[in-house]
């Protein structure tokens, strides 16, 4: 099983039971909420391959870039609801000197640029009722990943397919600040773990020699955003 699968696995597992278990036996249910809800902030990303090159190292990474997206939630629970997001980051693909030495010498920019579109299904756990004045929480979810590349023509980052499908997990930490009833401000820090596209049959692909590519890359996400309750 590929690393991202390992994710995906437990991952959807922990979705599901968390939701059944979100309603105690016997808990009175809620009206039906749907929260709408807008975000952006900032993305981290983790190495798509490492190299050797010129008596060195390099890894091939994505720029740190803006997130902008929104949500729909819903929830008859006090401390739960299920969420539905999507978000897109545009970036773009460079080399960074990795040889240990702090120098810039394989240092090399717009290599290509990159956008991608993360798909996410995720159980959102309050800490105290939803409806409190400030309302801490973690999640957990399960991504569909699309990567496109926007290759430059003649460089060094091409693609038989421009776009790559993959999977993964995302698990995060949040408050929610209330305004009012129905209007509110989220803080959201959170992990994905998705497919790598440099990995794989039909992959994005490089020139050079490769001697680590990893199966998935990691995205640290920290967003910001605002909701209302229907």
């Known amino acids: 099983m590929s690393r991202a699968w390992s994710w995906i696995v437990p991952g959807t597992v922990a979705v599901i039971v968390s939701v059944a278990s979100a309603a105690p036996a016997g808990a009175q249910l809620r009206p039906l909420e749907i929260t709408i809800g807008a975000h952006g902030g900032g993305a981290i990303f983790t190495e798509f391959l490492e190299q050797r090159a010129d008596g060195g190292e390099r890894e091939l990474v994505a720029k740190s870039s803006p997130v902008i997206g929104g949500s729909i939630s819903f929830s008859r629970w006090d401390l739960s609801e299920v969420r539905l997001a999507a978000d897109w980051t545009g970036t773009e693909i460079e080399y960074q000197d990795d040889s240990g030495i702090d120098s810039d010498e394989l240092d090399e920019e717009g ?11 995720a159980i959102v756990r309050h800490l105290v009722p939803r409806d409190a004045r400030v309302s801490p929480y973690f999640t957990l979810g399960v991504n569909v990943a699309v ?3 926007d290759e430059v023509e003649g460089g060094e980052v091409g693609a038989t397919e421009e776009t790559q499908v993959r999977f993964g997990a995302t698990t995060g930490i949040g408050a929610r600040f209330a305004f009012s009833r129905r209007t509110s401000l989220k803080v959201e820090i959170d ?39 229907l």
Not at 111 to 121: C, F, H, K, S, Y
Not at 193 to 222: K, Q
């Open 111 to 121: 290599l290509a640029d990159l956008n991608l579109v993360v798909a996410q299904l």
């Open 191 to 229: 992990r994905a773990t998705v497919g790598n596209p440099f990995d794989g049959e039909n992959a994005f692909r490089v020139g050079g020699d490769t001697f680590d590519e990893p199966s998935t890359v990691g995205i640290l996400r920290l967003m910001g955003g605002l909701s209302y309750t």
């Open 147 to 149: 990567w496109a590349l």
